[in-house]
C-alpha cells in the first residue's frame, strides 16, 4: 500500500461538532453506565463493552460523489440500528500494485466512527449478524458496489477506540514519511538542477575566456 503525497489533499473528513475528542466521549458513555448500572461497564472477556466501534466503507474511484454516498449511508444506519456516527474520514490518497498483474489502483474508502450506545437504556447496543449483514446491503446499494463478504471471513469487525487511534497515528506516521520522503526527492532534485546549472556556467565560462570574448 502506498501514500500518494500529492492526494492527500483529496482527503474528506466529517467531525461532530459536539464531540471534539473521542476518548472524552467514551469517558462520559462508561460514566453515565456506571451511573445507572451501579457497576463499571466490563472491559475484559467475553462480557466487554465497546461503546465506540469503527468500520469501514469501501467506495468507488474516480468520482466526486462519495462525500454523499457516506452520509447517506451513515443517515440510513443511524435510522435503522439507533448507532450515531461521530466521525468520518475518506481516503482518496490510496494507491496499491495488483500482485498478479502489477497494475496501479486506488482504494478508495472511508473509516466511520460510531457510538454504540443507547442513552435511554444506559448500555451499550447489541447487533447481531442480521445487523451487520444489512449493512453491507445498504452499502452495496448506496456504493453501487458488489456486496461484500461476511464480517466472520474478514475478520475485521470494529475497532475499538483506542485502536482506532493507534491506527490513525500509525497512518499520521505512514503521510508523514511519505511527504518528507517526497520533500526530500524535491530537494534533491534541485540540487541537481542547481549543480548542473553550475557545470554550465563553469563551461560556458571557460569557452569565453577560450575565444578571447571577455573584456
Known sequence: LTIRPELLQDNSRWIADDVPNLIRYEASLRADYKKHNGRAMPTKGRTASTPI??????LPNNTKDTDHMVQDFVRQVEREHGVRCLRWFIHRDEEYTDPDTGEKHFNCHAHIVWAWYDWETHRTLKLGKQAMSRWQDLASQITGMERGIS????????LTV?????????????ELRERNKALQDNILEK??????MKEGIVSLDFAMKQRGEYM
Open 53 to 58: 466501534r469503527e468500520s469501514i466503507l469501501n
Open 151 to 158: 464480517v466472520k471471513e474478514t475478520g475485521s469487525e470494529h
Open 162 to 174: 483506542a485502536e482506532w487511534k493507534n491506527a490513525q497515528e500509525r497512518q499520521r506516521g505512514e
Open 191 to 196: 540540487e541537481e538542477t542547481i549543480k548542473s
